[in-house]
């Protein structure tokens, strides 16, 4: 079985707010370690249940989080930030499932440091079905076949896994108290529940179907300002929504639509207020 991984941080055991996860703030060093642990839980679960080839990409932010030195030298590691597919760079259909390590709820809901993409998006869709980060990048799997059979997080992106992907395993290693503040297990004992799920999702893994995405999906990210959509707007092909912040494109594949919504978010974050 050939498993990929992809990792982001705002979900990890333990991290409560943005100093855990931003490289200029005190709490950060310590998350990169606790990062890379839970993810080598993950992967020595998923070797000892009969993986042979694990890539992790590290999703979080600039994307290079995950501390190489330390990583388990089994798996093969993606790192840094200018990535073609960003957070699914490296996935195509030569795997046989995707586990989603570290994730959050959308913006918008309630969960830890939830959010989708940057802080100027309020929400997404792919056609009519709203999504964030974990509902695009599920899609993109779904577009070469490839099921999601984990995600991990704190409990409000379990909830939001469960809803969107019938069957996947989730394991809750927090629970939210506001979107700064958690009640966590500890990395030993998110460990174990790690371990316990990543084995269901791998030996149950024929029980869970690819998320199909559209054929010729619209995409629609709603920003918070307009200033922000008028520079979204700027990629060709787009259009804003009368009366909204929405930028529409209309895209022909999945791919294309996963590639126009990193090149609206990137100009959307040159807006600049005086």
Known sequence: MKLYLSVDMEGITGLPDETFVKANMHNYERSRKIMTEETNVVIRNALD???TGILVNDSHSKMNNILIEDLHPDAQLITGEVKPFSMMHGLDNTFDGAMFIGYH???????VMSHTMIQ???TMYINDQEIGEMGLNAYLAGYYGVPVIAVTGD???AKEAEALIPN???AAVKETISRSSVKSLTPKKAAKLLTEKI????QQRDSISPLIPPSNPILRVEFANYGQAEWANLMPGTEIETGTTIVRFQAQDMLEAYQAMLVMTELAMITKFS
């Not at 709820?105 to 969960?111: L, P, Q, T």
């Not at 084995?199 to 791998?202: G, K, L, R, S, V």
């Open 155 to 157: 409990d409000q992106a």
């Open 168 to 170: 996947v395993k989730t």
């Open 120 to 122: 100027a998006v309020r």
């Open 105 to 111: 709820a959308r913006a918008g809901k309630f969960g």
């Open 49 to 51: 249940n009969g993986c």
């Open 199 to 202: 084995t269901e999702a791998i």
